[in-house]
């Protein structure tokens, strides 16, 4: 069973940068598509950014396109989100989360990703 943990997040002011990280552990990551999802209070889960390790293919939300950055460490267990440029619209709870690949039609479809982290707070605000 894939378990993955989530850190990295906290307060950070507008225009900061954040780097979140998530450890794998149960299993390898290889043949793993993995994403980072996001949902803030009032609204749904929503896919952020997701990177597959068959031919590292990148999605990336056009809300964060250009100041978000997604890696993977399959050595390590390791998945990243490098945050940058933050805005007030980024507050809320980040989640990493992992799908096989081998059946997967959308690369960041929340109904295709089986593993889930518990999740961590990201709050951009002054």
């Known amino acids: 069973q894939l378990q993955l943990v989530e850190s990295g997040g906290g307060l950070v002011q507008p225009g900061g940068s954040l780097r979140l990280s998530c450890a794998a552990s149960g299993y390898t990551l290889d043949f793993y598509a993995v994403g980072w999802f996001r949902q803030a209070p009032g609204k749904e889960r929503e896919g952020v950014s997701c990177?597959?390790?068959?031919?590292?293919?990148?999605y990336y939300s056009d809300a964060v396109k250009g100041r978000f950055t997604i890696s993977r460490d399959n050595n390590k267990k390791m998945v990243y989100l490098e945050m940058n440029s933050l805005k007030p619209e980024d507050t809320a709870v980040y989640y990493c989360a992992a799908a096989g690949e081998l059946l997967m039609k959308n690369l960041c479809g929340i109904d295709e990703y089986d593993y889930w982290g518990q999740g961590t707070q990201v709050t951009v605000s002054s």
């Open positions: 990177l597959s390790d068959r031919d590292g293919r990148t």
